[in-house]
């Protein structure tokens, strides 16, 4: 590891988790010293008319505060970690966003028990509101203040390994196919908590009858996204396609339109803000797995990132056949 | 899986088809299970008529390399692992025959030898 990507993670670690957990801490640790003055059980949930209607042991407070801004604070260092090259975008959002949540939830449910203090009776509780939006206007003002302390990635060392263009006979024609997919895990995951929701949705249909039509919307949603984790990748002298299994959504590069290929090191959360098709200014990514990516520049500046095993040799075609569109 | 056919070369173009699938199998790129383009989908990426790559397709076929079914498309068989495995072996032989001052004729003709015995 270089001194460069050692001083990354040192920043990563201190703005994207320790900030953000010193802040859920702090609150915590105020409200566990309030225990003693805090009713049996205490409003947790207020209907829309500002009456509690959900009630809970008082530390349950300090534990979810910790447990959720603890859980976000790990998924935003292990996705960030091996984060590499200049394209800090996606980085900064979630190292802000990190900080964000901390603060507009350490000051909402911390804040949700200050009228709470020496009440008899949770039922007579103030709507929490006035800690809510106080929260989430400091959140907002922590959440810049990490964004510029977010730290740089590193250039990784083989951000940009010099691409062989496939040497072609005149009247040579070429071929080549792949089948990109995301990992068995991230796929699994989808599909059990698809499963989960779905459940969940027949369940409130013996409940709730037709109006729980809405809850199916979910699952739908996640079934079409597993079918965007397994994509059909193909190069000829037509060009450049990615379709996804089911035939759409489909990404085309015409010959005519290829500046050219390299091959690139991503990042899926880094680079592109998660997995599956990507939209970025100027970039499309269908982005399934960290790792080597062929990258297709067009002409008009844009360029198409797929992450691919054999990037190598895919990249190399593609020049081949922008050399003989006369790129 | 990388497939380049050359009409200017003398090989006919179904054995070029069929030797470019069986280097991707020993290079690992296709094993077991893998699914090749339909013949449709072949002969237009590499311009080629249909024929040619059904043809190409049968002789896979017939060396118990490829699965071909109706519908299901062109599969590689098992035969595939047996393939990548052999062709394993392969390297060692070669280097022998090259530190031997062997060129890839004489080992060439040596195998057929022994494969005629």
Request: glycine content about 10%; proline content about 6%; overall charge positive.
């Given at each position: 590891?270089?001194?460069e ?5 040192r ?5 994207g988790?320790a900030?953000?957990?010193a802040?859920a ?7 566990i010293a309030?225990?003693?003055r ?9 209907a ?10 008082p ?18 260092v292990?996705?960030?970690a091996?984060?590499?090259g200049p394209r ?6 979630l ?11 350490t000051?909402g449910?911390?804040?949700?028990l ?6 008899a ?5 103030q709507?929490?509101a006035a800690p809510l ?12 203040l990490?964004w ?7 250039a ?5 390994p ?9 009247d040579?024609?070429?071929m080549?196919?792949a ?8 796929a699994?995951v989808?599909?059990l908590?698809?499963v989960?929701l ?6 409130l ?25 397994t ?11 990615a ?10 590069v015409p010959a005519?339109?290829?500046?050219g290929a390299s ?17 970025l200014p ?10 080597e990516?062929?990258r ?7 360029t198409v990132t797929?992450?691919?095993h ?9 020049e081949?056949i ?6 | 899986?990388l497939?380049v056919?050359?009409p ?12 470019g699938?069986?280097a991707?199998?020993i290079?690992g790129g ?6 090749l383009?339909?013949?449709k989908?072949?002969?237009e ?6 024929h040619t790559?059904?043809?190409a397709?049968?002789t ?10 109706r519908g ?12 990548g495995e ?21 080992l ?5 030898e022994?494969y005629?015995?």
């Amino acid at each position: 590891m270089t001194d460069e990507r050692r001083r990354y993670l040192r920043t990563l670690l201190l703005v994207g988790a320790a900030l953000p957990l010193a802040i859920a801490l702090a609150g915590s640790i105020l409200a566990i010293a309030w225990l003693g003055r805090l009713p049996a059980e205490v409003a947790i949930h207020w209907a829309a008319g500002g009456a509690p209607d959900g009630f809970a042991p008082p530390w349950i407070v300090p534990g979810m505060l910790l447990l959720i801004v603890a859980g976000f604070s790990a998924v935003t260092v292990v996705s960030l970690a091996a984060a590499h090259g200049p394209r800090v975008r996606n980085a900064r959002i979630l190292v802000a966003t990190a900080s964000w949540l901390s603060t507009t939830l350490t000051v909402g449910l911390v804040g949700s028990l200050v009228s709470q203090l020496d009440l008899a009776d949770p039922r007579s509780a103030q709507s929490p509101a006035a800690p809510l939006i106080t929260g989430a206007l400091l959140g907002l003002a922590v959440g810049a203040l990490a964004w510029f302390l977010a730290p740089v990635p590193p250039a990784g060392e083989s951000d940009t390994p010099t691409v062989e263009r496939l040497s072609l006979g005149e009247d040579a024609r070429v071929m080549w196919t792949a089948t990109a997919t995301a990992s068995p895990k991230l796929a699994a995951v989808i599909a059990l908590f698809g499963v989960a929701l779905l459940v969940q949705a027949i369940v409130l249909t013996f409940e709730l009858g037709a109006a729980a039509w809405p809850f199916y919307l979910a699952p739908v949603v996640l079934a079409l996204v597993l079918s965007t984790l397994t994509w059909r990748l193909r190069i000829d002298h037509r060009g450049v396609v990615a379709r996804s299994v089911l035939g759409f959504p489909r990404i085309t590069v015409p010959a005519g339109r290829i500046q050219g290929a390299s091959v690139v090191t991503v990042s899926p959360v880094a680079d592109f803000g998660g997995w599956g098709l990507r939209w970025l200014p100027g970039e499309v990514g269908v982005i399934l797995r960290g790792g080597e990516a062929l990258r297709v520049s067009r002409r008009d500046g844009h360029t198409v990132t797929i992450t691919t095993h054999d990037a190598g040799r895919a990249a190399g075609i593609v020049e081949a056949i922008a050399g003989r569109n006369g790129a | 899986m990388l497939l380049v056919v050359d009409p200017g070369s003398p090989a006919p173009l179904f054995q070029q088809i069929a030797d470019g699938v069986r280097a991707e199998v020993i290079r690992g790129g296709l094993r077991e299970g893998s699914r090749l383009p339909s013949a449709k989908e072949l002969a237009e990426s590499l311009q080629l008529n249909l024929h040619t790559v059904l043809k190409a397709y049968q002789t896979l076929r017939d060396e118990g390399l490829l699965d071909l079914r109706r519908g299901r498309g062109a599969l590689l068989t098992a035969q595939a692992s047996v393939l990548g495995e052999v062709a394993q072996e392969v390297p060692l032989l070669v280097a022998r025959a090259k530190a031997a001052g062997i060129g890839p004729a004489a080992l060439s003709a040596l195998i057929k030898e022994e494969y005629a015995r």
